[in-house]
């Protein structure tokens, strides 16, 4: 059976550092603005705020990227054939034959692709290119998103999210190895995906917060 490379976030261990989200964006050296890795707060209505009264308070944290669907809906509308997916399950951009269009961006039901509209060169910091070096540099005007860290998950190491992360709450693996970490930690935990009912069945997979 072919690889189906996925990834289990454990809610419980997150700690809303955004450690994950600085690594990705070094190591693909990600354009002003452009976050391919978030972290939202669900507690209050703005950034790292509870909800409820003191002291009964509550809040927690969600990792928000691209959920590297089994049906991505982002590949049905690209008109150019721009997004695409690997036999080991990783949606990815050419971004050379992407032409702006931002219909992937319509279709994702999870808001995670984004537009580089701002030249890399331009407010800047630092003001040179950073990250790996096999990391293409996108022209201006095209769609992002989170690969995976497919450059380095093709030399056999982890993407620098779960690589990083200080409270160890990321995983990646095989999702169709019975075996592997992720899928193990779904069977024994609980583990699932934002809006399964859409039927894009995401590689992404979220230990509950609370079990």
């Known amino acids: ?9 454990d809610l419980a261990r997150c700690v809303g550092c955004w450690t994950c989200a600085v690594a990705c964006k ?3 050296d990600e354009p002003p603005g452009i976050w391919w890795n978030r972290i939202l707060t669900v507690g209050g209505s703005n950034m790292d705020t509870p909800s409820g ?13 691209c959920q590297h669907c089994e049906n991505p809906p982002c590949v049905d509308v690209c008109p150019v054939g721009a997004t695409y997916k690997r036999e080991d399950g990783i949606v990815l951009i050419n971004w050379q034959t992407c032409i702006g269009c931002r219909y992937c961006m319509i279709a994702c039901p999870y808001g995670v692709r984004l537009y580089n509209w701002r030249d890399t060169a331009e407010h800047k910091v630092p003001d040179f290119q950073v990250g790996a070096a096999e990391v293409p540099v996108r022209p201006l005007g095209v769609g992002e998103k989170c690969t ?9 190491l982890d993407p620098a999210c779960v690589a990083s992360c200080p409270a160890q709450a990321r995983f990646f693996g095989d ?4 075996n592997s970490k992720v899928s193990q930690l779904i ?11 859409l039927g894009t069945n995401p590689s992404v997979y979220y230990l509950p917060a609370k079990r």
Do not use: W
Request: charged share 20%; glycine share 8%.
């Open 26 to 28: 070094l190591e693909n």
């Open 175 to 178: 999702l169709n190895d019975p």
């Open 148 to 156: 995976f860290c497919v450059h380095r998950v093709d030399k056999g």
């Open 53 to 65: 009264t003191y002291p009964n308070l509550q809040m927690s944290f969600l990792p928000i990227a």
């Open 187 to 197: 069977k024994q935990k609980g583990g699932y995906q934002l809006q399964p009912e």
């Open 1 to 9: 059976m072919a690889k189906r490379y996925g990834m289990v976030i």
